[in-house]
C-alpha cells in the first residue's frame, strides 16, 4: 500500500482571514498555489516571507536562471528531494545543460561545467554544504565573478530549497510524472 501524502489541505471555510489573504497573494503573484505553500499555510506569516524571498531568488537576484535551476538541484539532490529534483533537473535540461551533469551530481561526482559563473556556482555550493569554511581559492573566485551580492544569494537560495525539499520530502509529496 503506498504511502499517504502528508499535505493537510485547509479547506477554504476554514482558512483564517490571514491564510485567506496570503493564499489569495499567492495566487495573484504566482498564478496557482505552489505546493511548498501548501505546508507553509499553516503559518500564514512563514508563507508570505517565504514568498517574498522565493520570488527574489528565482525572479530578481543577480544569477542567471540556469545559475538559479543549477543550486535547485544541487540542494535537492543533498537532501534526496526527488520532488524538487525531478522538476528542476527536467527545467535545467531545458535550459540546455546536458543530461551528463545531472547523472554526475546523482553519481556524486563533480560535473563537467564549462560555463566559469556555472562551476563556481556549483563549487560554492558546495563548500557551503560541506563542514568547514571551504576553500580559499573557491570563494575568492566567487567573490570575483559572482560578487559578495551572489554569494548571498547562492546561501540564500540552498536554505530555502533545503525548506522546500526537505518540506515536500517529509510530506510525502508525489514525484510528478
Known sequence: MPESVRIKDIPENELTPEQAKVIKDLIAGRGRLLTPY???????????ALETIG??????????????E???CIIA??????????VH???CVKLGFPQSVFDAIRAGEDPKL????ERTV????????????GSDEVFARAERLLGR???????????????????????????PA
Open 70 to 72: 543549477l543550486v535547485i
Open 122 to 133: 556549483y563549487d560554492l555550493a558546495k563548500i557551503a554544504m560541506a563542514p568547514g569554511a
Open 77 to 86: 539532490n543533498h537532501w534526496k528531494g526527488e520532488y524538487v529534483w525531478t
Open 55 to 68: 520570488t527574489f531568488l528565482n525572479k530578481r537576484s543577480s544569477l542567471s536562471e540556469r545559475e538559479v
Open 89 to 91: 533537473a527536467r527545467t
Open 114 to 117: 564549462d560555463n566559469e559563473r
Open 38 to 48: 501548501k505546508i507553509w499555510i499553516h503559518s500564514p506569516r512563514l508563507a508570505a
Open 149 to 175: 551580492n551572489g554569494i548571498a544569494e547562492v546561501l540564500a537560495l540552498l536554505g530555502y530549497y533545503s525548506s522546500v525539499a526537505m518540506g515536500v520530502k517529509l510530506h510525502r509529496v508525489p514525484v
